[in-house]
Structures are given as C-alpha cells and as structure tokens.
C-alpha cells in the first residue's frame, strides 16, 4: 500500500524558515511533486524532484527561497523554504507520479495528507 506521509508545517514569522519532509513507503515513484492551495483556489504547483537521477523543478517564483531535495535512503523528499512570506501560507501536499515530471496536479497518483504552512506578517 502506497502511503506519502507529509510533515514539518507550522506557524512561523514572516522572514523564517521550514523544512517539510515527505516519507514515502510502499513503491518509489520517478516523480515527487509538492503543490500547494488556498481555500477557494485551485492546487498550485511548487516543486517537484526526479527521484533517480535528482533533477529538480520550480516554479518560478520561488526559486531563490524554496529549495527540493531527497534522502534515497529514508524514502524522503524535502522541501526547504526560506526567507517565508505571508503569500506562502497554505496547505502544502507531497505527490507522486510514474513517467516525466508535469506540473499538472492531475497526472499525479498519490497524494499525501497535506501540512498546514501559515506565515504571519
């Protein structure tokens, strides 16, 4: 049974940082995306890692303050955010698909639970 196990949310001040983690058991996948969403919008897109060979995606405007990495040996994909902003606060979701790497929450077969991240100004 395939289980993605997201943690490392929290309340922090604008300007910290956080590290959420995201354990994987029952399969490795090639792709392990993180997203993000806000009540009343849609799933964003943050980051995303290929497992194998540790390629790494961002969106845009992140990069410089989010960072995604992954411990092969504990199953664990990261996601390191720096320098956070109240526009960060959301629930962030680790997720994971076979095949290339889409931004597109859709083609993505597994999903965690989902970490809260509120960033207060």
């Known amino acids: 049974q395939v289980q993605l196990v997201e943690t490392g949310g929290g309340l922090v001040q604008a300007g910290g940082s956080l590290r959420l983690s995201c354990a994987a058991s029952g399969r490795t996948f090639n792709v392990m995306g993180w997203f993000r969403q806000v009540p009343g919008k849609e799933r964003e897109f943050v980051a995303a890692?290929?497992?194998?060979?540790?390629?790494?995606y961002l969106l845009d405007s992140v990069k410089g303050r989010f960072t995604v990495s992954r411990d092969n040996a504990k199953n664990t994909v990261y996601l390191q955010i720096r320098n956070l902003e109240p526009g960060d606060t959301a629930v962030y979701y680790c997720?994971?698909?076979?095949?290339?790497?889409?931004?597109?929450?859709?083609?993505?077969?597994?999903w965690g639970q989902g970490t809260q991240v509120t960033v207060s100004s």
């Open positions: 890692i290929n497992w194998a060979i540790g390629t790494t």
């Open positions: 997720a994971a698909k076979p095949g290339v790497f889409s931004r597109d929450d859709s083609t993505y077969n597994y």
